[in-house]
């Protein structure tokens, strides 16, 4: 497994592709309390770029910012409900086009499937992922290496999974709903951000 750890951004050398995967490491669950630490991004190519957020640093990430601003990148997450929540509450906000590996899986793997990147890995491309430092903490000056490895996989696979996704979505026509859960992820999210968390504003 390949990665490599920054402090508070990457160079401005990193070469973009027209897609990335994301993921972020964070104190909590709680959106108005728990800061985010560590940013997770793959090009695809199998080397993870992890960037630390450390406590109070000074100066914005510019470099992720700007990859996370630029409208001609799709960003591929696993529930990227919450990853966009906290990037846009802590970082900036994302644009581009969305792509969530959960929902693409829910929408299209509705025999009973479990939903989880592991479950995803296991199933679609035979990969074994360990979960057990999902709970450790990430606001440590010094992360470990089986944290570090940990966050890596958690992007290393993502680009991998959305073909196969893909593959699954267009075989039982749900492409286009898809798309559109995708593009309504960023009023989910607002809502998210608004305090209506625990509200499905769809129900009666
Ligand atoms: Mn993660």
């Avoid at 309390?33 to 630390?52: E, K, P, S, T, Y």
């Avoid at 906000?93 to 592991?118: D, E, M, N």
């Avoid at 993502?158 to 309504?184: T, W, Y």
Wanted: aromatic letters at 8%; hydrophobic letters at 40%.
């Amino acid at each position: 497994m390949v990665y490599k750890l920054y402090k508070n951004d990457f160079p401005a050398t990193l070469k973009f592709k027209k897609s990335v995967a994301i993921d972020t490491e964070t104190m909590g669950l709680n959106l108005n309390r728990d800061r985010i630490c560590l940013v997770q991004v793959c090009f695809g190519d199998d080397i993870a770029h992890l960037v630390q957020i450390t406590k109070n640093s000074k100066n914005k990430p510019a470099n992720l910012i700007k990859l996370l601003q630029n409208k001609n990148i799709t960003k591929i997450f696993h529930y990227g409900r919450f990853d966009l929540a906290m990037l846009n509450r802590n970082i900036c906000p994302v644009f581009g086009p969305i792509y969530c590996t959960k929902i693409a899986s829910k929408l299209s793997r509705t025999f009973g499937a479990k939903h989880s990147l592991k479950d995803l890995c296991k199933d679609l491309i035979n990969v074994e992922i360990e979960k057990f430092n999902q709970t450790s903490d990430w606001g440590a000056t010094n992360l470990s290496n089986d944290q570090l490895s940990y966050a890596a996989q958690d992007v290393l696979f993502l680009h991998k999974l959305k073909v196969k996704l893909d593959e699954i979505l267009q075989r039982e026509g749900k492409m286009n709903l898809a798309l559109e859960c995708f593009e309504s992820l960023k009023t989910r999210v607002k809502l998210d951000l608004e305090g209506f968390q625990e509200l499905d504003i769809f129900a009666h």
